[in-house]
């Protein structure tokens, strides 16, 4: 094996698992859990035979989720919602408000992170708003009453 070929299936692995961690995390915090996840296993099955066999139910989950978040305008108003309020946070996060009156805690402990906090809350928003027009594109079928159906 050459040192091209292992630093590239080195770089392929550290990618896929970062992704994996990411998207794990992001099942449970803000962010597209699932199709990181997937993006994750994608990669890495192209390394492990293990990975390649696990690919198809997460595939299957991530984009069933994507289709359900798009099915009727109720779900695609809410994620709306949900990213215009992710990146509110962001930006509220970011420009550091003092802390209120009725902080229990010392002030310094109020909203640490600045906008490295905020920065990744925004750019959250923004893959989950690039997320929702994916998938109104892809998998959003019109209803009979809807202009432009069959």
Partial sequence: MSVKSTGKSVL????????????????????PGLLALFAGMAILATQ??????????VKKAALGTAADSVKSWPRILLSMIGVLVLIGIGLFWGIGVEA?????????????????????????GLIAFALIVYSYRNFREPSPQEPGSR
């Fill in 48 to 57: 492990y035979e293990w990975a390649d066999r696990r690919l198809a139910p």
């Fill in 12 to 31: 392929l692995q550290g990618a896929g698992w970062v992704l994996v961690i990411l998207g794990l995390a992001a099942l449970v915090l803000p962010g």
């Fill in 100 to 124: 209120p009156s009725w902080w229990p805690v010392d002030d310094k402990w109020w909203l640490r992170g600045g906008w490295g906090t905020g920065g990744t809350l925004i750019a959250s």
